[in-house]
């Protein structure tokens, strides 16, 4: 079980493509901890993940938050913050580190990239403010994620964003296509053409034994190899998320909607309304009847279904174009290095130990 607290409906950025309700509301700490004791009872080292808003505007919170945690024994949580990255500063980075707290950073790419959509309430760029946080958090946690968001008016210079966050350090690229967008015929051309452009970029990458993961295509090679992994979000039972005000949905993006609500703190969990969510959810949906790619794709994403169609039940169609166009590209990639036995590859893809070995690696180098 994942908990995601949104400590916050405050942001000192206001992203252009953002989904979230920005509010003035703030979680209190007896909020946050009735959440985390009513939802994580009886689960096995359960993951609490700090969320906005922008959570750093909530610091002193999230490690109070942690310190309650570990007094829970024998539980043993898991933490993780996703931030803007624009307020990490060397003290927090430090306290991060001591309380077992995972970083995750976003960042679109470059600056004239970053400063397109990701910017501030006055519509200024956030690029210089972020770029020097990002070298400071991989100095600090090398593996921690970088999520870059695609758009139309950035498609053509996806494939040079990803190699610009490498070049800062990034191990771990984390790609969201922004499908509530409009996608036209010439922005979804310019897409594939750097998806292609960065099909070979990951090759060479491979044959030179770098040690990186890029979400868009390592997760869908994963896919194949284990094949039903991407089949299910388990909508409202592997993740829940948690407003200011203890309000439970069963994800980040079903938030404000009164519809799907699952609960509240102090009165717990709905389990009816979770399990009727859960199960609209599962249902086969009708466009995806007899697809060759069902099972690999992400169709049961809760998430982007209700956030681009407004229902459980259907698939924004540019969703269904992306995939079949991805996945065999992906494919591709797979089968070639396969082929020529490529140890990086061989040892990411089919040995379960390969995350642990790789840090102690590091570590030892």
């Avoid at 979400?215 to 190899?225: S, V």
């Avoid at 969703?319 to 166009?325: A, G």
């Amino acid at each position: 079980m994942h908990l995601t607290l949104h400590l916050t409906e405050r942001c000192n950025l206001a992203c252009r493509y953002c989904y979230e309700r920005h509010g003035e509301a703030d979680m209190s700490l007896e909020t946050a901890l009735a959440a985390i004791d009513e939802c994580t009872r009886g689960t096995e080292n359960p993951g609490i993940i700090f969320f906005g808003g922008e959570p750093l505007l909530k610091e002193d919170l999230i490690f109070d938050v942690i310190a309650a945690c570990e007094r829970e024994a024998p539980l043993r949580f898991h933490y993780k913050v996703t931030t803007n990255g624009t307020l990490v500063t060397p003290e927090f980075l430090s306290r991060a580190a001591s309380a077992r707290l995972h970083v995750a950073v976003s960042c679109d790419g470059a600056p004239m990239t970053q400063d397109r959509h990701r910017v501030t309430a006055a519509g200024e760029g956030s690029s210089a403010a972020l770029l020097p946080r990002i070298g400071e958090v991989l100095a600090s946690q090398p593996y921690a994620p970088v999520m870059m968001t695609v758009n139309p008016d950035t498609a053509a210079d996806f494939a040079g964003n990803v190699r610009f966050l490498r070049s800062l350090g990034a191990s771990y690229v984390i790609s969201s296509v922004n499908f509530q967008a409009d996608w036209d015929a010439a922005s979804w051309r310019r897409l594939k053409r750097s998806y292609k452009q960065l099909a070979k970029w990951y090759l060479d990458a491979y044959r030179r034994e770098e040690k990186f993961y890029f979400a868009a295509f390592d997760k869908r090679i994963a896919t194949r190899i284990w094949h039903g992994r991407g089949a299910s979000c388990q909508l409202g039972k592997r993740q829940i998320s948690v407003t200011p005000d203890g309000t439970y949905y069963p994800c980040v993006q079903f938030v404000g909607r009164d519809e799907y609500v699952i609960g509240h703190v102090g009165r717990g969990l709905d389990e009816a309304r979770r399990e009727c969510v859960f199960e609209r959810n599962e249902r086969a949906k009708p466009s995806c009847a007899g697809c060759a790619l069902l099972g690999r794709c992400n169709n049961r994403c809760g998430c982007l279904n209700i956030s681009t169609t407004g229902s459980l039940d259907s698939l924004p169609p540019f969703f269904c174009e992306h995939e079949r166009f991805l996945i065999p590209l992906a494919d591709s990639l797979a089968e070639t290095l396969y082929a020529e036995r490529n140890a990086m590859f061989l040892q990411r893809h089919y040995n379960p130990a390969f995350p642990v070995l790789s840090i102690l690696e590091d570590m030892t180098g």
